[in-house]
């Protein structure tokens, strides 16, 4: 084989493997894309991510730079604020202050910022239409002494590559084969998740700072609800705002990923709480009896909480069982790859596993480049990649299951609460010393990439 010459292939349309995908089409390397959904607007792809600077510089270095000014014109408001709050709607910790001007428009780069998973996936797709195959479910890949490498799919057809890129998520297909000591766990946490449109009558429910944010909501047993608005520069008939125009207007109305996302300004909401307190059943629940069983865990929450979950769609609402990967030792390479949750599965409790995934593919396409150009082979450029990937992913999976453990103490019946009331007071301490407020809000920017150079 000549490793100069190499064709890729991506199992799974998700947000790393597209911009993989688009960074080897950019380098002119030969890639294509498998995806298991059957149209280019199918799935629910989660409700907001947000997008770190490591993530921003990844979509940057792989995506053409027409599409990455769509990508930044497709987010949603920037939040200003991280609010930490009781279950009564106090607060107890707000970070963030209100910028001079827009954090995005200053550096579109190196600031946070809020897309729907939809969206953001509408972005990737475009122009890829003749990369991405739908429909294709994978079944198992079979490598060869020369060097190639054959996908089977359940429709019985198959596809042979050079390199074969795991990007199937959380129960990727490939890694089972491929690594089948890489093993997942449960967090001991279960995760409900429901959205309402932002109107007039849902936005008089919230303080102005959590209409402004990302806010945390800890209640007693351990009990969290992650509040998120979303407001895009779109109405709810898909035409762009009042207000909303120069480069922003040209580059939505000119981008065809408009017409498959469904997406409208909304409030979300993710409610979490230990196994130990919830139905054995709960993964099987529709969105009706999950909406119950959540209005039923707050029925002591603020009534402006209450009444939000009230007006919450049932069919928004979804069970997700918080499971986390084992971190493994570093494998011998060969030219079957993994980046993302394919891997690395984390907690959302850092807020990093997209961004990890896009981390993984802008470098995994730079390595892939080096051997387009001949200064690596393949097998090199593969290992080279895993070690970094490895390293950082993993660090990434510790860190966000520290913050999400169902079998710690915060979800205890009696030591809970205690553990609970120590971790208000130290908030609201916090909250009045703006140097260490700032100095938190500095590591965590820095935790997420600000300033990193790679």
């Known amino acids: 084989m000549d490793d100069s010459s190499v064709h890729v292939l991506i199992i799974g349309a998700g947000t790393g493997g597209l911009c993989l995908a688009h960074g080897l089409k950019k380098a002119g390397i030969r890639v294509t894309v498998y995806e298991r959904d059957r149209t280019r607007s199918d799935g629910l792809m989660g409700y907001r991510v947000g997008i770190d600077p490591d993530g921003s510089r990844a979509l940057y270095a792989c995506l053409p730079s027409d599409l990455y000014d769509t990508f930044i014109a497709s987010c949603a408001r920037s939040p200003i604020y991280g ?3 009781t279950e009564q709607l106090s607060e107890l910790l707000s970070m963030g202050e209100r910028p001079a001007v ?5 550096d579109p780069i190196d600031s946070e910022k809020s897309v729907s998973r939809m969206t953001l996936r509408q972005v990737l797709l475009t122009g890829l239409e003749d990369v991405v195959h739908f ?4 079944s198992r890949f079979e490598q060869y002494p020369n060097g190639k490498v054959i996908a089977y799919f359940e429709d019985g ?6 390199v074969l890129v795991a990007a199937d998520g959380t129960s990727s297909r490939v890694r089972k084969q491929y690594l089948p000591q890489a093993k997942l766990e449960d967090s001991g946490l279960i995760g409900i998740a429901g959205k309402i449109p932002l109107n007039a009558e849902t936005r008089a429910l919230l303080p102005p700072k959590v209409l402004e944010g990302v806010s945390m909501v800890f209640a007693p047993k351990g009990y969290n609800c992650v509040i998120h608005v979303m407001e895009f520069k779109w109405d709810q008939s898909g035409t762009l705002k009042n207000g909303i125009g120069g ?8 981008w065809p990923g408009l017409l498959y996302d469904n997406t409208r300004d909304y409030i979300m909401w993710g409610f979490s709480a230990a196994k130990r307190w919830l139905p054995d059943v ?9 909406l119950r069983l959540t209005q039923e865990k707050t029925q002591n929450w603020h009534p402006n909480l209450q009444k939000l979950f009230s007006l919450t769609d049932p069919s928004t609402c979804f069970p997700i069982n918080i499971r986390t990967s084992v971190p493994v030792p570093a494998w011998s390479a060969t030219n079957v790859t993994l980046l993302g949750d394919a891997i690395h599965t984390m907690t959302p409790g850092r807020g990093v596993g997209a961004n990890t995934a896009l981390r993984d593919a802008a470098l995994l396409c730079h390595n892939l480049k080096a051997v387009r150009d001949g200064s690596k082979t393949l097998i090199q450029a593969i290992q080279e990649y895993e070690k970094q990937m490895i390293d950082y992913g993993f660090d990434a999976v510790i860190k966000s299951r520290k913050q999400m453990n169902g079998n710690g103490l915060m979800h205890k019946p009696v030591i809970g609460r205690l553990v609970l009331a120590f971790m208000r007071i130290f908030m609201r301490v916090v909250n009045h010393l703006p140097t260490v407020k700032r100095r938190m809000d500095e590591a965590e920017r820095n935790y997420r990439g600000a300033g990193r150079k790679e």
């Open 282 to 290: 709960v993964l099987s629940m529709n969105g009706s009896d999950l």
């Open 135 to 138: 429909d294709k479910t994978f």
């Open 83 to 85: 609010n930490m709050l």
């Open 157 to 162: 057809t198959s596809a042979v590559g050079d």
């Open 102 to 106: 827009d954090p995005i428009a200053h």
């Open 247 to 254: 480069n922003d207007a040209e580059l939505l109305s000119a």
